[in-house]
């Protein structure tokens, strides 16, 4: 284990403990962590096997990192519970081959974020995209409904991309929000995912809707998005908005202030196939929304942690996720 997750191990555990005994509970639509109570709502309790979901055969994809990957298990493993025959497909790619692996049977559904669909799939401007998850999700599945697919309604937690910098070098450059780059950024080193250039909430975006031009943008891997602050490689970085290191280490990251609303909130929605959900009969969304309603913001924090900072696999994250809910035995 390297020395800098020393201290945050043990922050993350007794995170951990918290939200995956109590948060899970916590239902709500909103699009941040203020969760509802568990007295207004909370786990539907544990998922019922159906034999005649044993006939129905599902392959659950996901995009590639490791929050999809998280959810790809969540949604595969209380499937398996609901008695279907499940695979799953994970790390498929980008959104855009994540939705053609839908298209083409390839895999029968997969967890996307209601934002991106809007912008990515069907043309939005981030700020045409509703605030709220309801709405989101509404304006994103009449355009899937289209084409044939469908998508399930939204998780409580919302996961958007964000400006992340060190605490430090945010104090030095006076930096609060996105727009305090403007005469600055041409002097500042910027990485992201590959895919990043033409995103419109990533690069595309800050240089089009901010009017922000930087010194260099270098693709970089996903899971190195902090290790490139750490090691000063990087004056900024994509981060997203549920990663574990911005509640954990909140004295050393910081997010800069989407002020212009560029990069929109994004609540998941299960895009699929409408074929296939008539096939796979009523279980199939009912099972996706039930183990949906313990996941708020803080939940998910910690899941990812588990991943990413515990180096648990994806499918022991999301086991531990079913049991502490008690979706599964």
């Not at 959810?71 to 959104?95: C, F, M, R």
């Amino acid at each position: 284990m390297r020395p800098q997750f020393t201290r945050l191990r043990a922050a993350i555990a007794l995170l951990l403990a918290l939200a995956l005994s109590l948060g899970v509970v916590a239902c709500g639509s909103s699009d941040d962590d203020s969760s509802s109570s568990s007295e207004e709502g909370g786990s539907a309790g544990a998922i019922v096997s159906n034999p005649e979901n044993a006939k129905v055969n599902l392959t659950i994809g996901s995009k590639n990192f490791p929050e999809q990957e998280i959810l790809g298990e969540i949604y595969a493993q209380a499937l398996k519970a609901a008695g279907y025959k499940v695979k799953s497909a994970l790390n498929l790619g980008s959104e855009t081959v994540a939705l053609k692996a839908v298209k083409t049977g390839q895999v029968s559904g997969y967890p996307e974020y209601a934002s991106t669909a809007l912008t990515s799939f069907f043309g939005l401007e981030p700020e045409e995209v509703p605030s709220d998850a309801s709405g989101a999700w509404e304006k994103a599945n009449a355009e899937f409904e289209k084409e044939g697919l469908t998508a399930f309604e939204p998780t409580p937690f919302a996961s958007a991309n964000a400006v992340g910098t060190t605490k430090k070098f945010a104090e030095e450059e006076e930096l609060e929000t996105i727009s305090d780059l403007d005469g600055k950024s041409e002097k500042m080193t910027l990485y992201g995912s590959p895919e990043c250039r033409q995103r419109i909430d990533c690069l595309a975006g800050l240089e089009k809707l901010y009017g922000l031009k930087f010194k260099s943008f270098t693709p970089v891997d996903i899971g190195l998005r902090y290790t490139v602050l750490e090691k000063g490689q990087a004056d900024l970085s994509i981060l997203f908005t549920t990663d574990p290191q911005l509640a954990a280490e909140k004295d050393k990251f910081v997010i800069l202030e989407d002020d212009k609303h560029v990069f929109p909130a994004g609540n998941v929605i299960f895009v699929t196939k409408k074929s296939v959900a008539e096939k796979a009969g009523p279980d199939y969304e009912k099972t996706i929304l039930q183990v949906q309603e313990g996941l708020n913001l803080k939940v998910m924090q910690e899941l990812d942690a588990r991943v990413e900072l515990e180096k648990q696999t994806p499918k022991q994250a999301a086991a531990a996720y079913l049991k502490s809910a008690g979706y599964v035995g």
